[in-house]
């Protein structure tokens, strides 16, 4: 659903199947933003986001959340905001939501 919304927005968009997939993602090619939902599988958000900034430290971050059984949303937002997430959204979100911090963190093309 995000990679759609985001595309037909006019973003191009890089999916990985999980967390770790991600993390090698983002090592091997720079990125202007990441959007990261927190619970993942083989490798959680918060692992994402510190293994970006290691080889990123410019990349803009967005992570969201709905929490999960032993780990409420508002626990793992602020995880990640600790960790340098620049935005935070909380599931269920609006598109405007997401288009809008979108917007707001990645660098104007220049024309």
Known sequence: MLRALLQEAGHEVVEAGDGQAA????RRTAYDLLVTDVLLPQADGTEVIKAVRGVNGKISIIAISGGGRELPAVV???LTEALGAHRTLFKPFRDAE???AVKELLPVASS
């Open 23 to 26: 993390i090698e993602h983002l």
């Open 76 to 78: 793992a937002l602020a």
């Open 98 to 100: 997401l288009l809008a």
